[in-house]
């Protein structure tokens, strides 16, 4: 049913970050849940348009690099943790320092 209402709100107006952002974080869950790539996908789309239009949040930038991560895009991954940790996100600061040093060169 939430997606189904993220949807609708898009629909409505297809400049809403928020909603991108939130309905990313479904997919996000959903994906945890059943490790389904297309869901990690998804997730990352919708939290690309979300930078798109507000490309001010760290939380935003954070979770697309756990998306990256999860789908074995490790480069994608770092980069939007360290745009995240340049804006004060402590946890992708954490999260760049363990997958450089857990990467292989």
Known sequence: QARADFDKAL???PKLEEAYRHRAALHFGRALA???REDY???VE???K???LKNYNPNSYYFLGEAF???GQKA???ADYDLACSMRNGTACSRA???RATSSP
């Open 46 to 48: 919708d939290l690309t």
């Open 50 to 52: 979300a930078i798109e």
């Open 97 to 99: 320092l363990t997958l």
């Open 76 to 78: 994608d991954a770092l």
């Open 34 to 36: 059943s490790q389904k």
């Open 11 to 13: 629909a409505l107006d």
């Open 41 to 43: 996908v998804a997730s």
């Open 69 to 71: 991560k999860e789908v």
